[in-house]
């Protein structure tokens, strides 16, 4: 049975950029031809300036303040890739979440865990069931540890993630349905309940290359035909605008097509709010969440194979 979708829409489909290496001009135009194709999604950011590799602009830039102000303004959600790229301690990540709020007038909705950032809320090993967890600290021990969720630590702030934020992003897949894969989504895992609250997956448009393979017509049609639900996670500071500011052709006839179409197109946190609201229980058994371990396995070896990453 297809899900009911606001306004008798076919269904509902979304996106949340990784603000990784993302700055006014790499993702402006992106953003642009979002809100004029009506299609409204969900843009992380970073509060302090990157302490390691990555670059990319944050909340302390006035430039990109303001750029982040008008997506704002334009109905696109603001939510939080930690409050920087690097380490940052508990006092700095309190401040940041503050800043957060004085800068945009609310605490973020939607966390998402920054790459290898060692504040990381339930990350590494911890991200998964028994099996694997037990398979992830055997194949790096402490290299992918992360100190989030762990009340001892100098980096810990789950009880300001439990308090402030209502939703972490988990599993990414490699179907354009992501609701049909993780069908009760937004979900609480009993053994994460200390310091998180709502869960969800996604799917895989990584670069522009992964985001136009999974966003192409065929699967446009088929999340349309199974009624589902689409929640992208990608990086638009990767490859969907070139040096002289263009956009990536395939990405635009994407776009277009999916526009097209009668779908329910907000964003990430009003599309989670929305299967919150549907849902009769909250919580997952530990089957359900072995299942999803287990897919997510498998998607990420065919994601390797296919595009080496």
Known sequence: MKFQWPNNKK??????????????????????????????????????????????????????????????????????????SGKFERD????????????????????????????????????????????????????????GSDVNSKYFWGDVCKEKIKYIRNYTFNDINT???????????????DYSNYWFSSSDGHTVEEFNHLVRKENIDKLEAEGGACIVYTHFASGFVDRKGKLNQEFIENIEYLSSKDGWFVPAGTLLDYLLSQKSTQHVSKIYLNRLDFKWVIDRVIKKLKFNR
């Open 92 to 147: 700095e990540i309190i401040e940041g979440i503050e800043i957060f709020k004085q800068k945009l007038g609310f605490y973020p909705k939607i966390q998402i865990n920054h790459a290898s950032n060692i504040d990381n809320i339930y990350w590494g090993s911890e991200r998964y069931q028994s099996l694997l967890r037990i398979i992830i600290r055997l194949l790096y021990g402490d290299r992918r540890k992360y100190h």
């Open 11 to 84: 269904f509902a489909f979304t996106i949340i950029d990784d603000t990784d290496n993302g700055t006014v001009e790499n993702t402006k135009p992106v953003y642009d031809f979002l809100y004029k194709k009506g299609i409204i999604t969900t843009k992380t950011v970073w509060v302090y300036p990157p302490r390691d590799k990555f670059t990319g602009g944050c909340l302390l830039d006035n430039e990109y303040l303001d750029f982040i102000l008008e997506l704002q303004s334009r109905g696109f959600e603001i939510g939080l890739h930690n409050v920087g």
């Open 179 to 193: 609701l049909k894969l993780d069908p009760l989504m937004p979900y609480m895992d009993k053994d994460k309940l």
